[in-house]
């Protein structure tokens, strides 16, 4: 399987920007898809999720009301919607299905940064 995200950069804090992850090798539609991120020094945590019936699922509240998750099976890519971004949104965002092992593999992540 292959990920490659996309879509990221520098904004500041109360901008907007929309990830992509194109995924080859494996269906999307019927795995639940999620965004992980990592920030400098911390472990990579996963972010928020959506099933093959499409319920989202938050994992980290502050994001809540802010982070939109997005599936085109036909394209087969995930999207990640992010508004009202924070500094501490700041990380590397990466795709994956969850639990991240069915697929066994990363994609190199897309580099956001909030700045204040």
């Known amino acids: 399987v292959q990920l490659v995200e996309s879509g990221g950069g520098l904004v500041q804090a109360g901008g907007s920007l929309r990830l992509s992850c194109a995924v080859s090798?494996?269906?999307?539609?019927?795995?639940?898809m999620g965004w992980y991120r990592q920030a400098p020094g911390k472990q990579r945590e996963l972010v928020l999720s959506i099933a093959s019936g499409g319920t989202t699922t938050y994992y980290v509240d502050s994001v809540k009301g802010r982070f939109t998750i997005s599936r085109d099976s036909a394209k087969s890519t995930v999207y990640l919607e992010m508004n009202s971004l924070k500094p501490e949104d700041t990380a590397v965002y990466y795709c994956?299905?969850?639990?991240?092992?069915?697929?066994?593999?990363w994609g190199q992540g897309t580099q956001v940064t909030v700045s204040s």
């Open positions: 994956n299905a969850v639990p991240s092992w069915i697929f066994g593999s």
């Open positions: 090798g494996s269906r999307i539609s019927t795995n639940t």
